[in-house]
């Protein structure tokens, strides 16, 4: 079954890194765009970035744009997120998610979330 | 760019339909049939429960449906049961920089 398990998260200074990691498995990964969403405590859902298959189209929100930077390993079915210069603001759980094949933009299946605390 | 305008809360008596707007522009909404709904209960990871508009992934009930007119789109729920109480969100894609928009959430109460 599709799986995506998140993790990498934790307490940061202000201005630190954090790299998040998102191992998938049931399903062929290199198939898939992919997508990472956060949420702060109390708010909404927020897209953050999103990977083509392939790697070759990246696309930020304007909040991480700068920032933050996407990448994957097809054959280690992962995604990655690396977080820099990292405010208060960006205090939130982070998502993986892999989007669904039809080109809809949709998230089909999410992984558990990790935590990130900027502070 | 804004997020996608969703009311704060609705609420619905069990059996009752209830419907949750997503108003955009036609830089996203009204100009692409790219509209998604999620379901996230209180701690849990959210669940797709509506795609490309209107289209319900498999093992969604068929209570639920999407629908689409103008620069507003729809999320109705019919039968309403007390599990369907839920935080309920809608994203769009667009063609800003953004590229994709939430919008800000609906918590829909089952009386």
């Known amino acids: 079954q599709v799986q995506l398990v998140d993790s990498g998260g934790g307490l940061v200074k202000p201005g630190g890194s954090l790299r ?3 191992a998938a498995s049931g399903f062929t990964f290199s198939d898939y765009y992919m997508a990472w969403i956060r949420q702060a405590p109390g708010k909404g859902l927020e897209w953050v970035s999103y990977i083509s298959s392939s790697a070759i ?12 930077t ?21 205090t939130a759980v982070y998502y993986c998610a892999r989007a669904e094949l039809s080109g ?8 558990q979330g990790t935590v990130v605390t900027v502070s | 760019q804004s997020a996608l305008t969703q009311p704060a809360s609705v609420s619905g008596s069990p ?3 209830i419907t949750i707007s997503c108003t955009g522009t036609s830089s996203d909404v009204g100009g692409y049939n790219y509209v998604s709904w999620y379901q996230q209960h ?16 498999s093992g969604v009930s068929n209570r639920f449906s999407g629908s689409k ?10 039968g309403l049961q007390a599990e369907d109480e839920a935080d309920y969100y809608c994203t769009s894609y667009t063609t800003s920089s953004t590229y994709v928009l939430f919008g800000g959430g609906t918590r829909l109460t089952v009386l």
């Open chain 2, 15 to 17: 059996g009752q339909s």
């Open chain 2, 69 to 78: 007119s103008g620069n507003t789109a729809s999320l109705t729920i019919s």
């Open chain 1, 104 to 111: 809809t933009y949709a998230l089909d299946y999410w992984g």
């Open chain 1, 20 to 22: 998040l990691s998102c």
């Open chain 2, 42 to 57: 209180p701690g849990k990871v959210p669940k797709l429960m509506i795609y490309g508009v209107s289209n319900r992934p």
């Open chain 1, 57 to 68: 189209n990246l696309h930020y929100a304007d909040s991480v744009k700068g920032r933050f």
């Open chain 1, 70 to 90: 996407i990448s994957r390993d097809n054959a280690n079915n992962s995604l990655y997120l690396q977080m820099d210069s990292l405010r208060t603001e960006d």
